[in-house]
Structures are given as C-alpha cells and as structure tokens.
T-cell receptor, first 111, second 111 residues
C-alpha cells in the first residue's frame, strides 16, 4: 500500500461546477496535510494546509480532513478553466518535516 | 522579494559527466530539500537538510550528492553514477512550520 494515494484522473468538470479531489494516507499518526497545485511544466504551489479534523475554507477552496478514515479532500467551488492543473496531496510522516506526496490528480475544467 | 531560486532552468548532461544544480533561498528557512519528479510518479525525496553542515539521504539518494555550507544554499550534484538522471528537479525549503515552498525547478536531460 502506498503511503499517500490519489486517483490520477483526469477528473473532468464543467466550468462553474464543484471539483472534488480525494487523497488517502496510510500513517494513522500523520498530523499535517497539504494540497499543492502544479501547472504543466511548473513547480508545485501551495494551496492549503490542514491540521485538524473538519473543514478549512480559503476562498473557493475547502480542505476536509477525516483522521479516523485517513482521508483528506479538496473541494474547488465555481471551477474555472484556469483551475485545470494537477493537484498534489502531501502528508507529513514522521517526526521531521518530511512530506510524502501522492502522484497527483489531474483536473480538467471545460468552458 | 523573498523566495527560492534554482538555476539553470534547463540543463543538458553528457554521459559520464557530473552536473551541479543550484538552489538558493532568502526566506531564512532552516530546512531545505531536493526532489525529483518523473512523469506519473509524483515527487520523490533525494536529500534533505535540517540545518547548516548537516544533511540526510532521502528515498532515492544513490547517484546524487549535496552540501550545505550556508543556510541560504543547498546545491545538488548529479553524478555519473546516476544512470537515469533525466527528470524535473525541485528544490524546496521550510521554516518553523511544516509548510514547504518550492523553487521553479531545473529540467535535466541526458544527451
């Protein structure tokens, strides 16, 4: 079992819809979770971090964490074509600031 | 402007040649990291450094070497022992929080 798993996609949604991206992780002791967005040929940029169970909202983005079920998700409301990118889930595993990344989910938002 | 810079943006290596990738940050972060990204495989950790003059191997350190003589700098050398070095190389740094921020990346190609 991979430490951090994501569906590779592509996930296709129409403009204005809600995109839901999911991530599961294997280490029950993980405490820190991150979502990055990566456009083709570019480096990852941080969207959100989440540390506590529940929802965390930032503009059109909402991160959801459920430690009991070991999953973290990212919702993108009112999806725009500019949201088309690969979304990487990252989980802090171990005592140091080491992150383990999923392979990413490719999101396609059609006009 | 605070941030992370990587150079060069593109690098070409001949067989048997060592090449060095530069990473500099002015965020006053203690920790720095090197990742490799291959298509469909996500980010894999090569080396990381928590503090000046100290660094540890990541998951795929074979064929790579690093140094950390200054807080701001964490260069990566890809040696001739790395048999498949063609990839996108990403440098990141983090401060007291867990969050890692990435540089723009270096794309290395073997000729």
């Amino acid at each position: 079992q991979k430490e951090v798993e994501q569906n590779s996609g592509p996930l296709s949604v129409p403009e204005g819809a809600i995109a839901s991206l999911n991530c599961t992780y294997s280490d029950r002791g993980s405490q820190s979770f991150f979502w990055y967005r990566q456009y083709s040929g570019k480096s990852p940029e941080l969207i959100m971090s989440i540390y506590s169970n529940g929802d965390k909202e930032d503009g059109r983005f909402t991160a959801q964490l459920n430690k009991a079920s070991q999953y973290v998700s990212l919702l993108i409301r009112d999806s725009q074509p500019s949201d088309s990118a690969t979304y990487l889930c990252a989980v802090k595993i171990g005592g140091f600031q080491k992150l383990v990344f999923g392979t990413g989910t490719r999101l396609l938002v059609s006009p | 402007d605070g941030g992370i810079t990587q150079s060069p943006k593109y690098l070409f290596r001949k067989e048997g040649q060592n090449v060095t990738l530069s990473c500099e940050q002015n965020l006053n972060h203690d920790a720095m990291y090197w990742y490799r990204q291959d298509p469909g495989q996500g980010l894999r950790l090569i080396y990381y450094s928590q503090i000046v003059n100290d660094f540890q191997k990541g998951d795929i350190a074979e064929g790579y070497s690093v140094s950390r003589e200054k807080k701001e700098s964490f260069p990566l050398t890809v040696t001739s022992a790395q048999k498949n070095p063609t990839a996108f190389y990403l440098c990141a740094s983090s401060g007291a929080a867990d969050t890692q921020y990435f540089g723009p990346g270096t794309r290395l190609t073997v000729l």
